[in-house]
Nanobody, 120 residues
Framework: QLQVAESGGGLVHAGGSLRVSCVIS?????????VNWYRQVAGSGREFVAG???????NIADSVKDRFTISRDNADTTVYLQMNNLRPEDTAVYYC?????????????WGQGTQVTVAS
């Protein structure tokens, strides 16, 4: 069973930085496909922010490309979203989404989310 847990959210002032973490707990780390970060504002749908494919390639949404980066630790268990020069419009709940394969079938799991609040 794969578990996903986010951490690192909080309150920061505009222009500040924050790093959120997504810890993947699984005995099948070799079958991982990707870990993505999404964010959601109350009353809106989830918005893709950044993605890390297990082969090492990354994808960052145009809206945050100049300010956010995504990376993975050397143990392949944690994916980080580094957020710099934060703006009030970045305020949202940030969710981690893990994708993995079992045979030819892809599965996904969402974390519970971590709140990021940027004060002006």
């Amino acid at each position: 069973q794969l578990q996903v847990a986010e951490s690192g959210g909080g309150l920061v002032h505009a222009g500040g930085s924050l790093r959120v973490s997504c810890v993947i707990s699984t005995r099948r780390i070799s079958s991982m496909n990707a870990v993505n970060w999404y964010r959601q504002v109350a009353g809106s749908g989830r918005e893709f922010v950044a993605g890390f494919r297990w082969g090492g390639s990354t994808n960052i949404a145009d809206s945050v490309k100049d300010r956010f980066t995504i990376s993975r630790d050397n143990a392949d268990t944690t994916v980080y979203l580094q957020m710099n020069n934060l703006r009030p419009e970045d305020t949202a709940v940030y969710y981690c989404n893990a994708l993995w394969y079992e045979g030819d079938t892809q599965y996904e799991k969402w974390g519970q989310g971590t709140q990021v609040t940027v004060a002006s």
